[in-house]
């Protein structure tokens, strides 16, 4: 079973489908207990830095998703679900993030005729020890949509790269962490794919 | 690299797909979810849904379209028509809709579009602009009909510009459309869905003018809506045009051209498309 944390984030609902179509059970929850037992964790997300941060702490989650990493069971977080996993984000100064992966969130520089935020299909360049990319071609185009994206401190925790005004770490690996800050969920065939390397890892 | 997106748009009325020309007369041309799933095999980077709908449990059809989709397509998608209230917004994207469009209601209350981008964020906030040249002269005579006063709007230059319209293109607001884009962005719009009504029907091209003032003019992205004819307008909309992504109906759903087709025909140009 997946659990879906639901912190009242926007369009968690597509992830959910995207589980089921894949023929796994997915609960949308922020029940302790649930998550605990789950198999596998997903941390979605569509918003604000600081905003997710709030809310998350208002439901005890902070601790919740803490606990549920140290057992060693795979969690995936996704798009703003990615950017809340580290320290600090330029998005919510000040604002601490769960730091659980070494890097920081920033945003995107202005570059001449770019349009900021980075709205559609961007080819990424895959990791090839990557777990979460397995039997996905290098190139292979997901979609985006954000403002401000990773830096991490460490090349190693990087699965895919993307390049948009700067490069973009667009993936990564850490342990038992997964994130992508593009959305599976939605990028077709190659994001199905990723997703099903995920519940069945 | 960050790829220039092709747009299917599927008009639907009580759950099923038609097609407007010209925003009056309307064919059948099948099932949403059947069209959406179809669309993502043949290579559409997004759908556009636009609801036209008049019932009054019409939010009701649109949820359950909404959500039938959501099930099956796993690729972006933009519902519109008819969308008034932030309740609205949460209603589709609860869901599994991706973003929303509004156009009538935000010319109304443009603090709609804050609201909505407040509340959900700008990412999904789009607003949909029917921009059409203004009329000089003779044409701009309020007694002629719309395709009389086209016919007669030979006066017309770029420096005269173009205004917006709401109510499915019925109702000229007077409002500058320039003007208008730059101020949904300022009010936290996250795309532009931008229609010509003098090219939308014709199949002689997109209003290149248009898209380009535009798209010129805003930050975020443009679609370009209206008047797609052949392979080469979506080239011209995406490169001097400047639009982001093209948008097209009635060429796709009957076959005139395959996605793959114009996907091809870009990159063979050197635009950058998802293949």
């Known amino acids: 079973m997946v659990a879906i944390i639901d912190y009242d984030a926007g369009n968690i609902k597509s992830v959910e489908k995207a589980i089921l179509y894949l023929g796994e059970e997915a609960v949308m929850t922020r029940d302790e207990d649930v998550i605990m037992r789950a198999d596998r964790v997903i941390l979605p997300g569509v918003g604000a830095f600081g905003d997710a941060m709030d809310k998350i702490r208002e439901y005890d989650l902070e601790r919740v998703i803490k606990a549920y990493v140290k057992t060693g069971k795979p969690f995936l977080g996704i798009c703003l679900g990615l950017q809340l996993l580290f320290d600090e984000s330029e998005e919510s100064v000040g604002v601490k993030g769960l730091n659980l992966i070494p890097g920081s969130i920033r945003k995107i520089p202005d570059s001449d005729g770019l349009k900021i935020p980075q709205i559609g299909w961007n080819s990424i360049n895959i990791n090839p020890s990557s777990r979460l990319f397995k039997g996905i071609k290098d190139g292979s185009f997901v979609y985006f949509v954000h403002s401000y994206y990773l830096s991490c401190e460490h090349p190693e925790d990087v699965a895919a790269k993307t390049f948009y005004s700067t490069e973009i770490h667009a993936a990564v690996e850490h342990d038992n962490i997964f994130a992508c800050q593009f959305h599976p969920e939605k990028s077709g065939e190659v994001g199905l794919k990723i997703l099903k390397n995920f519940i069945e890892m | ?275």
């Open chain 2, 1 to 275: 690299m960050l790829t220039k997106r092709i747009i299917p748009c599927l008009d639907v009325k009580d759950g099923r797909v038609v097609k407007g020309i010209n925003f009056v007369d309307l064919r059948d041309a099948g099932d949403p979810v059947e069209c959406g799933i179809a669309y993502d095999k043949a290579g559409a980077d997004e759908l556009v849904f636009l609801d036209i709908t008049a019932s009054s449990d019409r939010r009701n059809i649109v949820t359950d379209m909404v959500r039938r989709v959501a099930e099956t397509v796993f690729i972006p998608f933009t519902v519109g028509g008819g969308i008034r209230t932030v309740e609205d917004f949460r209603a589709i994207l609860r869901e599994g809709a991706d973003k929303i469009s509004v156009n009538s209601a935000a010319i109304d209350d443009p603090t709609l579009i804050s609201r909505a981008a407040d509340k959900f964020g700008s990412q999904c906030v789009v607003v949909a602009i029917d921009a059409r040249r203004r009329r000089v002269g003779k044409a701009a005579d309020p007694s002629l009909s719309y395709s009389e006063s086209i016919k007669m709007n030979d006066e017309w230059k770029p420096s005269d510009g173009w205004t917006i319209y709401k109510n499915g293109g019925r109702l000229d607001m007077g409002i500058d459309a320039i003007e208008w884009a730059k101020k949904c962005e300022e009010l936290g719009a996250g795309e532009i869905l931008l229609t010509s009504m003098d090219a939308d029907g014709t199949k002689a091209g997109y209003d290149n003018e248009l898209t380009r003032m535009v798209a010129e003019n805003v930050g975020i992205p443009v679609i370009a809506s209206g008047g797609a004819g052949t392979k080469e307008h979506f080239y011209d909309t995406l490169t001097y045009g400047k639009a982001d992504a093209a948008l097209a109906a009635s060429l796709f759903h009957f076959k005139e051209l395959e996605i793959r087709e114009v996907k091809e025909h870009l990159q063979g140009r050197d635009v950058p498309v998802r293949l």
